[in-house]
């Protein structure tokens, strides 16, 4: 599933919440800045490539490594 506009501003209305003006922009920065750390990560964990069954590296949960 790739996340858009649509799909976040339709989670947030589905929970009643209306986002105001500037909410998307800080959502995109905050979406970026969450892959750029997962990235570092990845980077730190010396992977070269993400896998799913790598993917605890990149969100920092090595209490899930195999």
Same mark, same amino acid.
């Given at each position: 599933?790739?996340?858009? &506009? /649509? ?7 589905? @929970? +009643?919440?209306?986002?105001?003006v500037g909410s998307m922009d800080m959502i995109n920065r905050e979406l970026?800045? &969450? /892959? ?7 980077? @730190? +964990? ?21």
């Amino acid at each position: 599933m790739k996340i858009n &506009q /649509t799909i976040i501003r339709k989670a947030f209305s589905k @929970e +009643g919440i209306q986002l105001g003006v500037g909410s998307m922009d800080m959502i995109n920065r905050e979406l970026l800045e &969450q /892959t750029r750390k997962m990235a570092k990560r990845c980077n @730190e +964990g010396n992977l070269k490539r993400l896998t799913p069954e790598l993917f605890y590296v990149a969100v920092g949960n090595y209490s899930n490594a195999s």
